[in-house]
């Protein structure tokens, strides 16, 4: 289970991620979105590594 992440730091340093299930089986069809600042690309990509390696 992916836990949501809202991390805001400053007005331009800032995280927000979570993962959506697109219907009933929770094991199928989920999608991670993520959002951040103009220089927290790394760490979403990261975020998104670790959630993608599970």
Known sequence: M???VNIERTEHDWVQCKV????ENEDENRRFI???G????EELLEIFK?????
């Open 2 to 4: 992916f836990e949501e």
């Open 20 to 23: 959506i299930f697109e219907d």
């Open 34 to 36: 993520g959002a951040g």
């Open 38 to 41: 103009p220089t927290n690309l």
């Open 50 to 54: 670790n959630w993608a390696e599970r």
